[in-house]
């Protein structure tokens, strides 16, 4: 039988307790990506724009903590900010 130190599990628990925390992050970061794009997609400028700012927030934050590589996250700001852009863009 393996011997188990203390330490060993004290690191089990703490990656288990990290990752909820992560996943719980990466979810509200999706949702608020998702928002813009139901925004977009409804062509209504104001609510797009405002969620984005949610978005962007959402991603530099996420990016900051190491839920996300910054490089991801700011490609990822770059394409929504492009496409709420273009349709504030065509408004005027």
Same mark, same amino acid.
């Given at each position: 039988?393996? $011997? +188990?130190?203390?330490? =060993? $599990? %004290? ?6 307790? #990290?990752? &909820?925390?992560?996943?719980? &992050? ?9 928002? +813009? ?6 062509? /209504?400028?104001? +609510? *797009? %724009?405002?969620? !984005? #700012?949610?978005?962007? *927030?959402? !991603? ?6 190491? $839920?996300?590589?910054? /490089?991801? @996250?700011?490609?990822? $700001? ?6 709420? /852009?273009?349709?504030? @863009?065509?408004? =005027?």
């Amino acid at each position: 039988m393996p $011997i +188990v130190h203390k330490s =060993t $599990i %004290k690191r089990a628990r703490q990656a288990q307790v #990290r990752n &909820q925390r992560n996943r719980a &992050q990466l979810s509200a970061v999706k949702g608020a990506a998702k928002k +813009v794009l139901t925004a977009l997609e409804e062509k /209504n400028a104001e +609510v *797009a %724009k405002a969620s !984005f #700012r949610e978005a962007q *927030a959402a !991603f530099s934050k996420a990016a900051t903590k190491g $839920i996300l590589k910054p /490089n991801t @996250a700011s490609r990822r $700001i770059a394409r929504l900010a492009k496409r709420v /852009n273009a349709l504030t @863009a065509s408004r =005027t």
